[in-house]
């Protein structure tokens, strides 16, 4: 954590801070109560700062005041302080802190039914315990660490391990009336399980969240904040699954929804979005959105494949390439070569003006455009062969994006007359 802010009151003295904890919880002040217990919103008096700064005394007046198991949740709260602010900020140990309040949480989901006030508590716990995770993972470990903990993302598992025991009692809370059901926890769990699982590319874990929540049926009572990064994460999924459809419809409502205001998350969502865009439907982002969201890098890229040029298209991938495999969707954007070669295709039907092509135009064309329009001269094994336009066409033919079939005997590709070239989007739905 590398700000407090100043939401959470604390009091001036331990009694006073316990006290006002012990008042929220009789009056089921979950919001309030989430602020107290926050390590990022939780501002304590000077008094209160003095007492978790010199020793272990205050918890004895949280074990006198607090009954079970809230005591253990403000112990573990505090002991997680301690660790940030006075153990010159000793991470693992603040994460360890976090996760002892983990079973004190599940306890009160346990014991209290069929209310769920207290779900504030559980965002902003499951939420600084991911984020107190990656900081122990990353910023170094303490030397009474375990040997556990020193494994490569070890502490973020471990909040993963956390996370689902949260999970399932929320997700268990099936006869519950749903507008004071725990279940309604379930999104925003999944949602910083998806930003763990996806850290640690570990999504073979993702299907059985999402088959839960779809099982529960209560898309309606999630915060719309709470939907889009879903829809984020379920559209990044589909697209590393080739299921560009799904990726389009999720990403497309996460970018649609995310507020305005948030430029960095726009533009994180648009990093995906285009290619996706640029595969199920052949859409092209315009420069205005580019330069809006400061993604110049799919410009040439773009224009390369409006073309049908192969040389600029590699030469657009290459030049970038940094970026593209830094959000890991260099290899996405190489199916997009699939376009380039079809452009090519739909540019030679059109001048011949005739549905019989002679291979040989395919193939003057391809090494015409991978020569860079004749400016470059190619080595003999670099240019394309009438064997590998048949592959291309066979392709193309075989995912529908092209309408015919290739003659073997007259060495022609036969184009439907009408339509040959289908939009890309009608092949996909």
């Known amino acids: 954590m590398n700000h407090f802010g100043s939401r959470g009151g604390g009091g001036g003295s331990v009694n006073s801070y316990i006290y006002e ?3 929220r919880i009789n009056s089921a002040d979950g919001d309030s109560l989430a602020d107290l217990l926050s390590l990022e919103r939780f501002e304590p008096g000077r008094d209160l700062q003095h007492a978790i700064g010199n020793g272990n005394q205050w918890e004895n007046a949280v074990n006198k005041v607090l ?3 809230w005591d253990e949740l403000v112990r573990g709260h505090l002991l997680a302080y301690q660790a940030l602010l006075y153990n010159s900020e000793d991470y693992s140990g603040a994460f360890g802190h976090k996760c002892s309040m983990v079973p004190a949480l599940v306890k009160v989901l346990t014991q209290i039914k069929e209310e769920n006030w207290m779900l504030p508590i559980v965002y902003v716990t499951s939420t600084e315990l991911r984020k107190l995770a990656i900081c122990a993972d990353t910023r170094g470990h303490t030397s009474h660490q375990s040997n556990k903990a020193i494994k490569p993302n070890a502490n973020v598992e471990e909040a993963a391990s956390q ?3 949260v999970f399932r009692v929320c997700a268990t ?6 507008e004071i059901s725990k279940r309604k926890a379930m999104m925003n769990i999944i949602n910083q399980l998806f930003k763990i699982y996806f850290r640690i590319n570990k999504l073979n874990l993702y299907k059985p969240l999402v088959r839960a929540l779809e099982n529960a049926n209560i898309m309606d009572q999630f915060s719309l904040a709470e939907r889009v990064t879903y829809s984020y994460f379920t559209g990044l999924k589909s697209l590393y699954d080739s299921d560009y459809l799904k990726a389009d419809n999720q990403l497309t409502f996460a970018f649609d929804n995310c507020h305005k205001e ?6 994180i969502i648009l ?4 290619p996706v865009k640029m595969l199920f439907s052949g859409c092209m982002p315009t420069k205005q959105l580019l330069a809006e969201y400061q993604l110049e890098q799919f410009e040439d890229l773009c224009e390369a494949i409006k073309d049908g040029n192969l040389y600029s298209f590699d030469q657009a991938i290459e030049k970038h390439s940094d970026f593209f495999y830094c959000y890991g969707i260099y290899f996405t954007l190489e199916k997009l070569k699939a376009l380039v070669y079809r452009n090519i295709f739909k540019k030679v039907a059109k001048i011949v003006n005739t549905h019989q092509i002679s291979m040989n135009h395919f193939v003057k064309a391809i090494n015409y455009f991978q020569s860079n329009r004749g400016q470059i001269e190619l080595a003999e094994e670099d240019k394309v062969t009438c064997e590998e336009v048949h592959c291309l066409l066979a392709n193309l033919i075989a995912e529908n994006k092209l309408k015919g079939y290739i003659s073997l005997q007259h060495q022609k ?6 339509n040959p070239f289908p939009k890309l989007s009608s092949i996909n739905q």
Do not use: E
Request: charged share 25%.
């Open 413 to 418: 590709l036969v184009i439907s007359k009408q």
């Open 67 to 69: 009954d079970s198991p």
């Open 262 to 267: 948030y430029l960095k998350n726009r533009r």
């Open 173 to 178: 809370d099936s006869r519950t009336a749903i």
């Open 271 to 274: 990093i995906f979005l285009i």
């Open 163 to 165: 996370l689902m025991n």
């Open 21 to 23: 904890v012990k008042n």
